[in-house]
């Protein structure tokens, strides 16, 4: 069912070095994926996550048991804020793929991490 829905952010493992990539689309998830195989397909590496696997020559799982859906937003600014709250996490906890990692860490982002972080060991 949720193939079929459209705005997501959503994070896509590489399923051989076990980090992610964070992307946000307002095509359905199915959608948007079909796009990513088509780059990787053509050699055409048009996101973080191709270039990733282009470059180490990996290969990409199925959707069904790679991709993870983060929230289900409509396309604008608060889903922008929310990719980039996503990519900080996970760029803080060393889990994004090279291509994607910020030039530097947002400060905002990294105290509403450190809070969330807090309040998960209270």
């Known amino acids: 069912m949720y193939m079929t829905l459209a705005s997501w952010i959503y994070d896509l493992p590489c399923v051989t070095c076990h980090i992610y990539y ?54 604008g600014r608060l889903m922008g804020i929310l990719e980039q709250l996503f990519i900080q996490k996970c760029s803080l906890e060393q889990t994004l793929i090279q291509e994607q990692i910020p030039g530097e860490n947002i400060s905002l982002f990294t105290v509403l991490y450190d809070v969330r972080l807090r309040h998960a060991t209270d």
């Open 22 to 75: 964070v992307g946000q689309t307002d095509r359905t998830l199915k959608q948007r994926y079909s796009v990513h195989i088509q780059y990787i397909r053509y050699n055409n590496p048009q996101s973080a996550c191709v270039s990733h696997i282009l470059r180490y020559t990996l290969k990409c799982g199925s959707i069904q048991n790679t991709v993870t859906l983060i929230n289900r937003d409509t396309k």
